[in-house]
């Protein structure tokens, strides 16, 4: 689909946005701040030899704001499934699906101030990524965790923003029992989205593991739904699990950071 909507949280209420220009599915998007970056993702979820999407920008001008379509010098192969955060001054996009394979090791940062692409594919043995996997900023680092050619192994990555370069990661004990695709970021600790009643928290400071949160969730949430921080919560909304999408969200507040 195309469509777009906003969650306000202090009316509780939804509102519709501007539509993206292309419909995708399968795709990754980012928050700067001031707007949001997508790019990306199969124009046929059925299909995917339909991966191509390309990268659009949503700038909240006027009630419903406004999707423009971005076309940047060096734009990285186009792809599907596959893993993006923003740095805080750049959009990185990492690995994924094509047409061709299943798991692919290129990867490129979009800056929005020079409206261009730099490289930042991996040339390490193993660096392919694919299946579920995700990645999160840790100071001037990128860490890459899950994925590869054949599943979903834990096996991590680490790029280096200040000397572009990649380098392995030992990630720490337990990963492989944690990682899904769908976590928020509250800058000291992601949570991730496991199970039903089952919500994962790693946190920075320690490159840890903390205890799981079991507290119920919501009836009838899914786990594959959209997740963002709101700057005080996390709120994640929809997904399949296995059947068609459901209209069915949830707000989760953390405990205190250790």
Same mark, same amino acid.
């Given at each position: ?6 969650? #306000?949280?202090?009316? #509780? ?14 795709? $990754? ?6 707007? /949001?970056?997508?790019? $990306? ?9 339909? &991966?191509?999407?390309?990268?659009? /920008? ?5 009630? +419903? ?8 010098? !060096?734009?990285? &192969?186009?792809?599907?499934?596959? +893993?993006?955060?923003?740095? $805080? ?6 690995? !994924? ?40 900023? #840790? =100071? ?6 899950? !994925?590869?050619?054949? $599943? ?11 000397? @572009?370069?990649?380098? !392995? ?16 970021? #509250? ?5 991730? @989205?496991?199970? +039903? ?22 009836? =009838?949430?899914?786990? &594959? ?6 700057? +005080?919560? @996390? ?14 969200? =949830? ?8």
């Amino acid at each position: 689909m195309n469509s777009v909507a906003a969650y #306000d949280l202090a009316t #509780d209420t939804w509102s519709t946005l501007a539509p993206l220009n292309a419909a995708r599915c399968s795709h $990754g998007a980012a928050s700067t701040g001031t707007s /949001i970056l997508t790019f $990306g993702g199969l124009s046929d979820c059925s299909n995917g030899t339909t &991966e191509g999407p390309g990268l659009e /920008i949503f700038m909240p001008t006027g009630a +419903a704001g406004v999707w423009q379509t971005v076309v940047a010098i !060096g734009a990285p &192969e186009v792809r599907y499934i596959f +893993a993006s955060t923003w740095t $805080g001054n750049a959009f990185f996009v990492y690995g !994924g699906s094509t047409n061709l394979a299943p798991a692919i090791l290129s990867g490129a940062l979009f800056s929005p101030t020079g409206v261009n692409w730099s490289d930042a594919s991996c040339s390490l043995a193993g660096c392919e990524r694919g299946g579920y996997f995700s990645a999160f900023t #840790d =100071g001037p680092l990128i860490r890459v965790w899950g !994925g590869g050619p054949y $599943g979903n192994a834990p096996a991590g990555l680490v790029y280096s923003t200040t000397n @572009l370069s990649w380098s !392995g990661w030992a990630v720490p004990s337990g990963t492989s029992g944690h990682l899904a695709q769908r976590f928020a970021d #509250d800058g000291r600790r992601l949570y991730y @989205l496991t199970a +039903a009643n089952l919500l994962s928290i790693y946190d920075r400071k320690t490159s840890s593991w903390l205890s799981n949160d079991t507290s119920p969730m919501p009836a =009838g949430f899914c786990t &594959e739904g959209a997740a963002a921080w709101t700057g +005080a919560e @996390l709120v994640a909304w929809s997904g399949s699990c296995g059947v068609a999408p459901i209209s069915v969200g =949830g707000r989760y507040q953390p405990p205190a950071p250790p």
